[in-house]
């Protein structure tokens, strides 16, 4: 079997769950991954032993206290083994990615949604088509959270690696997002507004239902067009963010292609809308034809007693 | 005065149905626009060129069909016009690309490279950063704002909230939407970019291992439940927990 390398996710400090998922998009190219993984305190390593992969490799430098791709890069390559590159398709594993595979003179295939032998299939314009390729020597590619399962863990078996790199750039200051709320892009759960909303104000309702499931609040593009209150960071949709949560509900929303490309991928989607015609209907697992003003206390309170 | 580089790819416009014939997209119908977020890093080039001085040149890499994204370009205002291309390239890879547009960027010998955040194609991102690696530059991706007093300063997007990131040397910067508000050509820049010429470069590319086998319409979705009425929230709130176990 050859070998592969993975780039583990990690936020908050400790190794996020889509690592596990790598490690079977690991296997499902037939190889046997070493898990790789950016840290300060390499005891963050301890938790990412799976079953499946040979090895962890807590890659220990000063230049993983903030977020800088050339650093990044240079120190994870160092101490990284060759083979086929693995990491999370997510916008700062994407980046960190594609710069190592850069260093190493290869092809990045990036968003990958499923892998068949040496063949790997990635949306294009925006979910309007899939791609599929063909890999022939060493690549990198990013993988899709929710496409895989989730490899069993099992104990580390760690090395610590020194290993820093020259960051390239200074951050002046951390500005913390105002709301405590996660964003989209890191949400498993994501309830979303439409202009069907009515005012910004209404979206104190959807924050309600976000939580109780500990959800994101976004947003569609006419909605944020419309008002100066929605951010562009809540907007979902091509020139938004493409999310890939488990459960998506969409309030308000008519489902132009816009909005679809940006969560169409979505395990599961729900849809509440007042007109039985739009066409976010085509694409949703449960359809809730009525006004959200009627639908939205009903969903809170059946959630609120399924969380209590 | 910094030579900054903005680069720029022609696209599929984003409303464009896109059509698989073949086993491949069939583009011959669509409308070719500037990818959308390669719009935002022309508005960043062109900032810094008004707070820094230098130039700002459009580089993108593609056959001569190319050439009309480069006169937008010319048109919003940026001062060259240039194109990368080899006549032996066909269907380039994320090396291969890289590799190309590397070298035409070191031959113009610019300091600062601009670029959108993904392309409305591909989606993939890889470009500014690969491009950075390879000229053994910084970058910082998916930029919200950028501010050129007393330095580059450029906005990202980090776990928890954002990051203010001085740039010092030369460095790739990608760019989202955020902010920027991006100018419209007028009717001078119109008329200008009618008489500009593309000068053309070449430069030599590895061979490709990425090859594409396949391109295909999206998965149909199995046809989903839809109730009638507000009622109808509870059922669904209970499929939720129990048939599709997200909750």
């Given amino acids: ?308 | 005065m910094p030579n900054i580089i903005v680069l720029v790819k022609r696209v599929p416009d984003t409303n464009a149905r896109i059509v698989v014939s073949g086993e491949r997209v069939d583009l011959s119908a669509v409308k070719w626009v500037i990818s959308p977020y390669d719009e935002f890093a022309i508005e960043a080039a062109l900032q810094h060129k008004e707070a820094a001085g230098g130039t700002v040149t459009a580089l993108t890499l593609g056959p001569s069909d190319a050439d009309k994204v480069l006169k937008d370009a010319k048109a919003i205002g940026v001062d060259e016009i240039v194109r990368v291309w080899n006549d032996s390239w066909s269907e380039l890879d994320s090396n291969a690309i890289q590799s190309a547009l590397a070298q035409a960027i070191a031959g113009l010998g610019a300091e600062m490279v601009y670029c959108g955040k993904t392309a409305a194609d591909t989606g993939a991102g890889s470009t500014g950063p690969g491009v950075a690696e390879r000229l053994g530059w910084a970058s910082v991706s998916n930029i919200t704002e950028a501010s050129f007093d007393g330095g580059t300063i450029v906005t990202a997007p980090v776990e928890g909230g954002s990051a203010r990131v001085s740039v010092s040397g030369n460095a790739v910067i990608s760019c989202d939407k955020g902010n920027m508000k991006v100018r419209k050509p007028n009717v001078k820049g119109i008329m200008m970019a009618k008489r500009a010429q593309v000068s053309v470069v070449s430069a030599d590319a590895p061979a490709s291992t990425v090859t594409i086998v396949s391109q295909t319409p999206p998965p149909a979705k199995p046809a989903g439940k839809k109730f009638e009425g507000s009622s109808s929230a509870e059922e669904v709130a209970r499929l939720l927990r129990d048939e599709a176990n997200v909750i």
């Fill in chain 1, 1 to 308: 079997m050859s070998e592969s390398v993975i780039i583990a996710e990690v936020n908050k400090g400790s190794v996020a769950a889509v690592t596990a998922e790598l490690v079977s998009a690991a296997l499902a190219l037939g190889t046997t991954p070493t898990v790789v993984v950016p840290c300060t305190d390499a005891s963050v390593a301890d938790g990412a032993g799976y079953e499946g992969s040979s090895k962890t490799i807590a890659v220990k430098g000063d230049c993983f206290t903030n977020y800088d791709a050339a650093s990044w890069a240079a120190a994870i390559d160092a101490a990284a083994p060759s083979g086929i590159i693995i990491a999370a398709a997510s916008p700062q594993s994407k980046d960190v990615a594609a710069r190592v595979a850069a260093r190493r003179g290869i092809s990045i295939v990036q968003d990958v949604v499923a892998i068949n032998g040496n063949n790997l299939t990635s949306p294009i314009y925006s979910g309007k088509a899939m791609q599929t390729v063909a890999l022939s020597g060493d690549s990198a590619i990013s993988v899709r959270a929710n496409v895989f399962p989730a490899a069993a863990s099992s104990a580390a078996n760690v090395s610590v690696v020194d290993q820093s790199g020259d960051v390239a750039t200074a951050v002046q200051e951390i500005i913390a997002r105002a709301s405590t709320r996660l964003d989209v892009s890191e949400a498993n759960i994501i309830i979303s507004g439409g202009r069907g909303m009515g005012s910004p104000d209404n979206f104190s309702h959807l924050e309600k239902i976000a939580d109780t499931l500990g959800a994101a609040v976004g947003a569609s593009r006419a909605a944020v067009d419309t008002w100066d209150e929605i951010p562009h960071s809540m907007q979902v949709g091509q020139t938004g963010k493409t999310v890939n949560p488990n459960l998506y509900i969409a309030v308000g929303i008519s489902g132009a292609i816009q909005h679809l490309a940006g969560m169409r991928s979505s395990k599961y989607i729900v849809a509440v809308n007042k007109d039985a015609d739009a066409p976010i209907f085509a694409h949703a697992d449960y359809g809730i034809v009525a006004t959200w003003e009627e639908t939205l206390p009903v969903l809170e309170s059946a959630f609120s007693s399924m969380m209590a």
